[in-house]
């Protein structure tokens, strides 16, 4: 980068908003992500999580919604409205799934199977995503299937442990995050850089529990984005990009900490007996990778999560990849 040039927050509200106000997505946005422990090349803990989600055109959202999101405080009446529809599943497995009885104290297996709402009012200096998540935990979830039939695909080991699973169990969350852009850097030749600390929050019987972290994100005509999408629990990412041109791309770093209090795949479940893990109630993660968007239409993530240790006498710790591909149609 030559002659770099910082500016500061007079500088979000004068350029940033120019440079997003011709390339506002007048189309929805597909956002299709995979993560997995194979990334790093492990096989337990959290091991897969799959997400679609719909995300509505900017402003394009019914007249009882905008009413309501105008009567919620942390809503700010001018940020452009987005509405998101989402649906995923998620898979946690112990240590070693080829023993039929893991250990007492080990991760248990557990699946989820989901469906959520969200609404989000962005400006150009912040947003605010508010989600709710129903679904259901246990044999229903039908993770135990899906990773029997992709083991059995592929030529990898069987689980033989999913008698253990969580029993079924209907799950509801609500959650909400807030981002903020306080620090914008342009350089010469379509660089720049930019730094959004979050705060966050869920409540319910999958996820209770407060976060809070940065993103720093460095590249060249960098997408209007609010980094990489992630499933939850994670660091939040934004399914909408505004590009800046045909080609442009960014890598980031990320820092993510959490006071948690309940997770339904660690604690077991709420009503009734279940294998647990004794959980550690204040966790934290470190993310880093690339976004790279194509032609004003596609744009790709990869992102290596690397968590710390999530309940007492976890084997080391574990680290796994997300790839997300989003598109405007």
């Known amino acids: 980068m030559t002659r770099p040039c910082t500016r500061s927050v007079t500088a979000i509200l004068l350029a940033w908003p120019l440079m997003a106000s011709g390339d506002l997505p007048e189309r929805g946005t597909l956002t299709l992500e995979y993560e997995n422990d194979l990334f790093a090349g492990e096989d337990r803990y959290y091991t897969s999580g799959v997400r679609a989600t719909w995300l509505s055109p900017d402003d394009r959202v019914p007249g009882w919604v905008r009413a309501g999101a105008e009567l919620m405080p942390f809503f700010s009446p001018r940020g452009e409205l987005k509405l998101s529809y989402s649906a995923g599943q998620n898979m946690y497995t112990p240590e070693d799934i080829e023993d039929p009885d893991p250990p007492s104290g080990d991760r248990p297996y557990a699946g989820w199977l989901y469906f959520g709402v969200g609404l989000a009012s962005e400006t150009p200096r912040r947003v605010d995503r508010l989600h709710l998540n129903v679904g259901v935990v246990g044999p229903a979830s039908l993770a135990d299937k899906t990773q029997k039939e992709i ?31 306080p620090w914008v850097g342009f350089g010469a030749d379509g660089w720049q850089a930019d730094v959004t ?98 032609s004003r239409r596609w744009r790709i993530t990869y992102t290596h999560v690397f968590p710390t240790r999530e309940f007492r006498g976890q084997e080391g710790t574990q680290d796994f990849g997300a790839i997300a591909v989003s598109g405007h149609f």
């Not at 695909?153 to 903020?180: A, C, H, I, K």
């Not at 999408?229 to 399914?239: K, Y």
């Not at 479940?269 to 109630?281: E, H, Q, V």
Request: no cysteine; charged share 20%.
């Open 151 to 181: 083991h059995r695909f592929t030529g990898s080991p069987q689980p033989q442990g999913w008698d253990t699973q969580l029993e079924n169990e209907p799950t509801v969350m609500l959650s909400y995050e807030r981002q903020w852009r």
């Open 197 to 294: 600390p979050h705060v966050g929050g869920a409540a319910g019987n999958v996820f209770t529990q407060i976060n809070a972290g940065a993103t720093l994100r460095v590249g060249r005509n960098l997408p209007l984005d609010w980094g990489p999408p992630r499933i939850q629990p994670s660091l939040p990412g934004s399914n909408v990009f505004r590009p800046q041109a045909d080609v442009g791309w960014y890598l980031f770093a990320g820092v993510d900490g959490r006071a948690v209090a309940r997770d339904i795949f660690l604690d077991g479940n709420t009503f009734g007996d279940s294998r647990s893990a004794d959980k550690r109630p204040f966790v934290g993660e470190v993310q880093v990778g690339g976004a790279m968007n194509i």
